[in-house]
Structures are given as structure tokens and as C-alpha cells.
């Protein structure tokens, strides 16, 4: 039984496709089947019309950006409306959006488990490969082991690279925002206060969950 927010993505290969609503129909039918019943949203459908040899499809991109700003989950009617290879589906697992396919419900996770099994061997690869030079260079007569008489330094360094990708979040999570907002005041939203109560209405959350406003609006066009 589905639950919670939704974004639809739906991809026809052709332009004649995409007018007639050959393929589409079934498409949208078989998602509306997998979530008949249960507390469920439906927050947008997005339709691509592009060869599914291709990664490059701003469709997508929209859809995955509207999951981000919903907090909710990618669904689509085939798995091959996705993607034919698993780096794609890698690319995607690293957008953060979680995905379900109708007509295979546990690709999700099994393409998960497969992703983790393929960077656990690589890492073991690594792992030895590194070992070997060590010893290698021991037997060589090198010295081993690090100076730990510069952890207040590491441990800065750690700080700065923390706030770095803290900083970075921030700033992809307002690179979001910022077309909706424009479209809000074309709206004639003029006011950081009116931009924040439409965006609580949309249902659109801050970073943390919580409701907008006019200063986390502010925060957001100044990080933009």
C-alpha cells in the first residue's frame, strides 16, 4: 500500500508518441494502479519525450529536482523508462531521491545491494593493493606511521571540509528553490513574508522540515 509524496516521471521515445498519448496512457495508468489505496500524494507528473540512450534529459532533472524540494519518491511504470545501464541508476542513488519502479517494486533495493557489493570489492582491491606498497616500502627500509603532533591542525581541517559540504547542500537545496520562487513572485508575491506563506502552502518544506519563513526565504535569494 503506497504512502506519502510522489513524483511521476514518465518518458515516451517519440514526439508522435508524446502528442498522441500512445505509451503515456499506459504509463500513467500503471502508476495510478500501484497506488490505488493508501495515504499517498501525487505531487506532479513529468513527462519526457527523449531515446532512452541518452542521459542527458532535463525531464528527469525536473522531476528528481521537484522529489528533492517534495521530499518524495520517483516512481515510474518501467524500469527501462529509467535508464538500459547501471551508471545511470548509480547517478541517480547519488541525487538522493529514492525511486520506485511499478513494474519491478524491489529494484530499488536490489540495485542498492548490487551498488554496495561492487564499491565493498573495489574498496578491498584498494585495501590490498595499499598493503602491499606498505610492506613493499617497509621492506625497502622506509619509515611508516604519521606525526600525530599536528591533530589541533587536522582536526580544523576536518571542521572547514564539514562546513564545505554543509555549504554545498545549502546551496544546491536554494539552487532548487530559486525557480520556484521566481515563478511565485511573477505571481505577484512581492514580499519575503508572502514568497514564505506560498511556499507552506505548496507544502514545500525547509531543509530541516519545518514551515518557511521570511527570513529563511532571504537566506535562500542570498545564497542563490
Partial sequence: M??????AYYRVSTKRQGASGLGLEAQQAAVRAYLNGGTWTLTAEVIEIESGKRSDRPKLAEALRLCRLHKATLIIAKLDRLARNVAFVSALMEAGVEFVAVDFPQANRLTVHILAAVAEHEA???????RAALAA???????LGGDRGHMPTIAAQGHAASLAVRQDKAKARASDLIPVIAEIQARGAASLRAIAAELNARRIETARGGEWSAVQVKRVLERA
Avoid: L, W
Wanted: glycine letters at 10%.
Fill in 137 to 143: 616500502a617497509k621492506a625497502r627500509g622506509v619509515k
Fill in 124 to 130: 578491498k582491491a584498494i585495501s590490498d593493493r595499499t
Fill in 2 to 7: 503506497a504512502e506519502g509524496r510522489f513524483v
